[in-house]
């Protein structure tokens, strides 16, 4: 695979994981949005509850955007931050309200069904269900398609807390200083066979008879 280094491999690899994700936890049933890729002040990311955008002024078209400056995180937390938002998506359409104080305070309705997508939700004082990770079964879906780390990222320079409606509670500093991801990738020195895994194994090649060893 290509490696992610430019803004149009970034978008199109968010589009397609878009896809992967509605299949999985949705049955194909949402329609694509416009994804965007812009900087989200206090957010991961984002998602409008009005058709943001529109083709020749009549089809109109949600918005889910992803921050940015939080593009260098972990797949796996990239994902969990889609699919955060898919869930927002879902709700809306099937005209569940997620969110209230001013659509910033997520609610019991966006909790349960975070949590049917295999999100770990926890709750934060001011801004309800909002904290957001992914679960050990997110990480296996993220292994089982061979996501690969997007390894663009806008230099924000600046240290915001994630509040706000369908976005995560905490910190992020933004900028492109990578965290580490919870999954590795072993690599056959031999036939070049790789696999990933979610922790630190010892397995072998059995085609080469060889141990495979920890790709860089």
Sequence with gaps: MKQLTTYNRASAYLNKIFDLLNERYFESTLSRPVITIQSTPKAYGHYTLYDAWSVDGEQGMREINIGAGTLARPIENVVATLLHEMVHYFNDVNGVKDCSRGNTYHNRHFKAVAESCDLVIE???TYGWSITSPSEALVEFCLDNDLTEIRLCRNDGMSVGVTGTGT????????????????RKYICPCCGMSV????????ACLDCDIQMVLAP
Excluded: Q, W
């Design 123 to 125: 709750h934060h004082e």
């Design 168 to 183: 995560h509670a905490g910190t992020f500093t933004g900028g492109a200083t990578r965290k580490p991801s919870s999954t």
């Design 196 to 203: 990933r895994a979610t922790r630190n194994v010892n397995i």
